[in-house]
């Protein structure tokens, strides 16, 4: 028990700390979109995910959107098609480009011929963790230049540092039976040291009502497709076709919140996903669309590890 103590009491500064310094909060209330000060206006998708997660944080949801607005604004079709293993047909998920890159940013175009370079998006999705890394650290590095992140991270190096060496040190105390209660106390600053370490970009108060008002907007417009599913589910599709990409970054369109849009609207007259194709059992509706949208998210690995792919 007095160990225990120990750890906690050396634990709990640390975590203070890095709660202290994980990044501004907005002043006040934030809007989710008024006039000109749109998120989509304020920040593009891939700084969005930056400020939402990190550089190196979610990278999969990030890059389901990406493919999702490059699919939505005509630069891929994005296909659920079938391939044959030896134990049966197995669902996989393709990209078919044609893109025209006159009209794509530098960062458009890196990010397609990556996805062109995999056999299926599942491929993308699992094993190109690295190009997602370092595609966003880019991005991270523009917004520390225009002031809505701040490095930190040789600070965090420097704790790193120092809480493998209390880690060290109190571990090699406690192995030659030296005190237990000054043992445990390094021990829980060398973990609190580490949490500190994990502060790296901190949001500055831009980039943190940036960052809310993003989330904002995303939730906004979740609320205004779920009011309008009972009584106008044109309306409530064609809100969700426009604004997919900013949903499935904020994880409100998830695998399983598609399938439930798509029974509600099952029926429905409204906008097609014409950016999505299923080779296997071609959609006839909005619905199918939205189903196949799923699967192809999960494939690009939106959604929790260990649901099956299909």
């Known amino acids: 028990m007095t160990f225990l103590l120990a750890v906690v009491t050396g634990l709990l500064p640390g975590l203070g700390i890095a709660w202290w310094w994980q990044g501004a909060s907005p002043e006040g209330p934030v809007a989710a979109s008024s006039g000109k000060d749109t998120p989509a206006e304020m920040c593009s998708l891939p700084a969005a995910a930056v400020l939402r997660d990190g550089a190196v944080g979610a990278t999969r949801w990030a890059f389901a959107a990406l493919a999702c607005q490059l699919a939505r604004d005509g630069h891929c079709t994005l296909v659920r098609t079938r391939q044959r293993r030896w134990w049966g ?10 893109a025209d890159p006159t009209v794509l940013s530098s960062f458009e175009q890196t990010v397609l011929r990556q996805l062109g370079r995999h056999d299926t998006l599942n491929g993308f999705g699992f094993a190109g ?5 370092r595609t966003l650290r880019d991005v991270r590095a523009d ?5 809505e992140l701040v490095d930190r991270s040789r600070r965090s190096t420097a704790c790193v540092l120092l809480g493998g060496v209390l880690l060290v040190t109190s571990g090699v105390g ?4 030296g005190p237990v209660a000054w043992g445990g ?3 829980g600053a060398g973990l609190g040291m580490l949490g500190i370490a994990t ?4 949001c500055t ?8 008002a993003h989330r904002a907007s995303a939730e906004q417009t979740r609320n205004e497709i779920e009011d309008r599913l009972s009584t106008s589910p044109a309306r409530a599709a064609a809100l969700l076709v426009g604004t997919l990409p900013a949903l499935v970054l904020e994880r409100i369109a998830t695998p399983r919140w598609l399938h439930a849009v798509a029974d509600a609207v099952e029926g429905a007259e409204g906008g097609r996903l014409d950016w999505i194709q299923d080779e296997g059992e071609p959609g006839a509706s909005l619905a199918d669309d939205l189903r196949t949208l799923a699967a192809i998210l999960k494939a690009l690995g939106a959604g929790p590890w260990w649901v099956n792919l299909w």
């Open 89 to 98: 047909p197995t669902g996989v998920a393709t990209v078919d480009l044609h």
């Open 129 to 133: 963790s690295t190009f997602r890394r």
């Open 143 to 147: 917004l520390v230049e225009k002031g």
């Open 174 to 177: 406690l192995g030659m039976s």
């Open 185 to 187: 106390t390094g021990l």
């Open 199 to 202: 502060v790296r970009y901190p």
């Open 205 to 212: 108060e831009a980039g943190a009502r940036i960052r809310a």
